[in-house]
């Protein structure tokens, strides 16, 4: 489940995954789910900074 709102006027989608992070498997199937989503947004020509910044769960994917 990958809950999504947006702003249409400038093209920001956000995403929520709700995650037990006490329950392993669910939090490494929600870390997956991030990295392709990640993938797919840079492949579009997207940025994953967004409105928010980047923090220390993002900084990762900045690289090529």
């Given amino acids: 489940f990958v809950a999504l709102h947006m702003h249409a006027g400038d093209g920001n ?3 929520n995954l709700p ?3 006490d329950h392993y498997e ?6 997956g789910t991030v990295e392709r989503i990640m ?3 840079r ?3 997207g940025v994953i900074s967004g ?3 980047i923090g220390i769960t993002k900084y990762e994917f900045l690289t090529p």
């Fill in 19 to 21: 995650v037990n992070s």
């Fill in 26 to 31: 669910m939090l490494q199937e929600a870390n």
């Fill in 39 to 41: 993938a797919l947004a």
């Fill in 51 to 53: 409105e928010h910044g």
């Fill in 13 to 15: 989608v956000h995403t």
């Fill in 43 to 45: 492949s579009l020509g």
